[in-house]
């Protein structure tokens, strides 16, 4: 199994405060993600990086920020977390060889009250 | 634009019986690159299986393929002989060729699939 962990877990947070998400990979891949699944939606790419601190926007970026300032960490931060964010996220990494399939973190758990 | 659709929300098979969960895409793109992911209760994604848009056969993983239609833009994934562990929510997802220096994927919405004993 890929090693990626993501933390924390869980969490439970009140409208308005900032929120960071951290994925940590073992692997040394070089591309990251950060996806968020709904009911009815499947997985909608956050961000996504391609590189230490090469990153981009995906599909549903809106109130949400990136970084990676290291191969291993990608970190995902809503500054001022909102109920529709409110959703579990999932980070994967993948590589550029072969069929490059994603592996998944997983999953971190965000409740915003 | 990309777009994958998954249009059964959710699937009962018998135990041992087959099933196909449907799977359909649009691209513009020659070259893409079809997947399925599996997700348990538990909640992580597992990769079952991969698909190239120039693969001459279809791909087969254990007792999981995928029937792929290229004029139909369709990527079934075909499971034989269910087992109660299936029961989960399952995914399809394209990555376009455009998109090799990103690797990113989209994905459908999923099927969630009910294996009866």
């Known amino acids: 199994d890929a090693g990626i962990t993501q933390s924390p877990r869980h969490k439970v947070t009140e409208t308005g405060t900032p929120v960071t998400l951290r994925c940590h990979q073992t692997e040394n891949h070089r591309y990251m993600y950060w996806y968020r699944q709904d009911p009815g939606h499947g997985l909608r790419l956050i961000h996504y990086s391609y590189g230490v601190k090469d990153t981009d926007k995906g599909e549903v970026s809106d109130g949400y920020s990136v970084s990676r300032s290291k191969t291993e960490d990608f970190l995902l931060t809503l500054e001022s977390a909102t109920s529709s964010q409110t959703s579990v996220y999932f980070c994967?990494?993948?590589?550029?060889w072969g069929t490059g399939e994603l592996f998944f973190g997983e999953g971190s758990r965000l409740t915003v009250l | 634009a990309q777009k994958i659709t998954q249009t059964q929300p959710g699937m009962f098979v018998q135990e041992k019986e087959a099933v196909t969960l449907d799977c359909t895409y649009d691209t513009s793109d020659p070259s893409y690159g079809l997947f399925w992911y599996k997700q348990p209760s538990s909640g992580e994604m597992i990769f079952l299986i991969y698909?190239?848009?120039?693969?001459?056969q279809n791909a087969t993983e254990g007792r999981y393929s995928l029937n792929f239609q290229k004029a139909r833009k369709s990527a079934n994934l075909v499971i034989s002989a269910s087992q109660l562990g299936d029961s989960a929510m399952y995914f399809c997802?394209?990555?376009?060729?455009?998109?090799?220096?990103?690797?990113?994927?989209?994905f459908g919405q999923g099927t969630t699939l009910q294996v009866k004993p």
């Open positions: 994967a990494i993948s590589e550029a």
């Open positions: 698909q190239g848009s120039y693969d001459q």
């Open positions: 997802a394209m990555r376009e060729s455009g998109s090799s220096n990103t690797g990113k994927l989209i």
